[in-house]
């Protein structure tokens, strides 16, 4: 069974997202005070006392609204309430009860889903206390008052959300699935991609550079297996930042790569590679996640022969440090080669968890220092005594030496060349530990 969802949902500007931050434990969902702030829902995991959940953070809710990106935030909305087991319906007691939450407590109705009323900003009983009655207008029950802000009543709350959750719903078992982060500069294409994959519209999209800011995780099935899609924010350099919205967008894209196994780097064809997608890529790549590289909008150039070639070539120089990571070129418009975006990632999540025995291992470093000889420093050489595999997720090795300082970055980086091309490892970083051993140790 899969993990109970409760949707926070209610008007912009609410409290939503300091809620949501507050319950989840940590800043996951931007907060501003600019209403509409947080455009699409976020999950995160959470638990209270021996209950576990997934809690959704939305895009706050102008039921009447014509504007495209509110009109698509309530579309976002309405999906959240569709999947969720149990609904917080967040609304703001120093505001008072207004026509549109009674238009947000019709929707709820007609979603007939459990539904508990939470009134925010209650952070001085003796005076907003009496205040909260107001809302038993909205017909959903007893209202419950909280402060997000000062996490006062948080746990009345819960304790009456978990009534509305059966505990066989819970998720006990570890989650294996593939996650998989999609990064990129602003309006490359990264949620049309998303969009592409997950086969319906679970991710705003319109033509407006920076449209999604956080990272929104998307559940897709192929061939009986699941992945987690998680679509970011497009990060853009620190000089183009005019919003604090924006550091959070970057943030945001940091912790998608934290918790993923597999990395999509996103290069818009029309503009080439550049600096900043190098910067993008050092961030999953400094983090030893598995990457893949996806240059988008390729029906859109002019192509000959070459094409393919010096697209890759260019590629290769700017991102030289990604050389292990395969290359696709794809259409989120068309279509073209999305369907083999899940071959890959299974490739790279394979190459991820492989082992390599010790004495096979030993053996290829063996063959290699014979082939070119370890480095020397006044006389005194580089001597590898032995290798074995520690860990994986990233692929790693912890290799033996003499003197640590007369191991180059050159010389490792030729030894993990020899791992390459004798084991694979596509897609995947390998992470290799030099540990000093004197010769009566070994």
Known sequence: MSRPIVAIVGRPNVGKSTLFNKLAG????????????????IYADCTWLDRSFTLIDTGGIEPDSSDVILKQMREQAVTAMETADAIIFLTDVKQGLVDDDLRVAELLRKSQKPVVLAVNKVDNFAKYGNDVYEFYNLGLGDPIPISASEMLGLGDLLDEVMKHIPKAAEEDEEDTRPRIAIVGKPNVGKSSIVNRMAGNQRVI???????????????????????VLIDTAGLRRKSKIKEDIEHYSIVRAVS???????????????????????????????????????????????????????????????????????????????????????DKVDEIVESCVQRVATGVLNEIISQATAMHEPPSDKGKRLRIYYATQVAVGPPTFVFFVNDKKLMHFSYQRYLENQLRETFGFKGTSIKIIIRERSEKEQ
């Open 26 to 41: 940590g800043r996951i969902s931007i907060v501003d005070d600019t209403p509409g702030v947080t455009r699409d829902r």
């Open 205 to 227: 999209v319109s033509d407006i550079a920076g449209t999604t800011r956080d990272a929104i995780d998307t559940v897709v099935r192929r061939n009986k297996k699941e992945y």
């Open 256 to 342: 998608a790569i934290e918790r993923s196994n597999v990395v999509i780097l996103v290069i818009d064809a029309k503009e080439g590679v550049s600096e900043q997608d190098a910067k993008i890529a050092g961030v999953a790549h400094d983090r030893n996640k598995g990457i893949l590289i996806l240059v988008n909008k390729w029906d859109l150039v002019e192509k000959d022969n070459s094409s393919v070639k010096k697209f890759t070539q260019d590629i290769r120089d700017v991102l030289s440090f990604l050389d292990y990571a395969d290359i696709l070129f794809v259409s989120a418009e068309t279509g073209q080669r999305l369907g083999q975006i899940f």
